[in-house]
C-alpha cells in the first residue's frame, strides 16, 4: 500500500500566480480531505469529498481556492491567485468512509508565496 | 460549539512516562483520536477510543477518557527518544468524518 501521495512535496512560486496541489487517495477509499496546517491556526480542514463530492467546503478560505476531484483516485487544490498568506503545509487524507475509519495523511505540499 | 485544547510543549526525560493532556466541548463526540506528527511528514494515527469506553490500553499507550469532565489524555511509557513528535488530539461525531483537531502539543524527549 504506497499510502496517500501528494505532490509537489514543495512548492515556492510568487504571489499572483496559480498553484495546483495533487493528491492520490489510498486505493478503495472513499472520502478525501485537504488540510492546511500554519502555525498560527494549526490543522484547518478546508474541504472534503465523499464519492468523488464535495461534501463541506466551508472551511475554503476565499473564492480564490478551489479543490476538485474527477475521480476516485485523484483530487486537485488550487489557488488562484496566490498570496503569501497562503504559505502552509497542505496536508490529503483520505479514508474508508465508514464510522471510525481512521485518517490516513499524505506527507503534505509545503507551500511557499512570495 | 466545537473546540479541542492541548497544552503546547511538554519535555520529559528518556526512560520517565509522558502525559498529554486534550480537553473538548463538543459532548457528542462519538471517536476521540491521538495522532503523531513527525517532522517533514503527515499525521499518523496512533490510537482512537470510543466515547463509550473510559480507558484503552495499546502496548506502551495508555489512553484515558474523562467523559464527564471532556477531558482525555495520551500516557507513553517508558518513553523514548523516537517518540519526540507533535501530539494531536481530535474529536468527531458519529454522523460526520469530519475530524477537528487540537493545535498539537510537541513531546521532547531528553536523552
Known amino acids: 500500500d504506497a499510502g496517500v501521495i501528494q505532490s509537489p512535496r514543495h512548492e515556492v512560486t510568487e504571489m499572483g500566480q496559480e498553484v495546483t496541489l495533487r493528491c492520490k487517495p489510498i486505493s478503495g477509499h472513499n472520502s478525501l480531505f485537504w488540510y492546511r496546517q500554519t502555525m498560527m491556526r494549526g490543522l484547518e480542514l478546508l474541504i472534503y469529498f465523499n464519492n468523488n463530492v464535495p461534501i463541506d467546503d466551508s472551511g475554503m478560505p476565499e473564492d480564490r481556492f478551489s479543490a476538485k476531484m474527477p475521480n476516485a483516485s485523484f483530487s486537485t487544490l488550487k489557488i488562484q491567485p496566490s498570496e503569501p498568506r497562503d504559505s502552509a503545509v497542505y496536508f490529503c487524507?483520505?479514508?474508508?468512509?465508514?464510522?471510525?475509519?481512521?485518517?490516513?495523511f499524505g506527507n503534505g505540499t509545503r507551500l511557499t508565496v512570495t | 460549539g466545537e473546540d479541542v485544547e492541548q497544552s503546547l510543549f511538554l519535555s520529559v526525560r528518556e526512560g520517565d512516562s509522558s502525559v498529554i493532556n486534550c480537553t473538548y466541548t463538543d459532548s457528542s463526540s462519538t471517536y476521540l483520536y491521538w495522532y503523531k506528527q513527525e517532522p517533514g511528514a503527515g499525521l499518523q494515527l496512533l490510537t482512537y477510543?470510543?466515547?463509550?469506553?473510559d480507558m484503552k490500553q495499546d502496548q506502551r499507550l495508555t489512553v484515558l477518557l474523562n467523559k464527564k469532565d471532556k477531558h482525555l489524555s495520551l500516557r507513553i511509557a517508558d518513553t523514548q527518544t523516537g517518540d519526540s513528535a507533535i501530539y494531536f488530539c481530535a474529536e468527531s461525531k458519529q454522523s460526520s468524518y469530519k475530524l477537528i483537531f487540537g493545535s498539537g502539543t510537541r513531546l521532547l524527549v531528553r536523552p
Open positions: 477510543i470510543f466515547s463509550n469506553m
Open positions: 487524507a483520505s479514508t474508508m468512509g465508514r464510522t471510525n475509519s481512521p485518517l490516513h
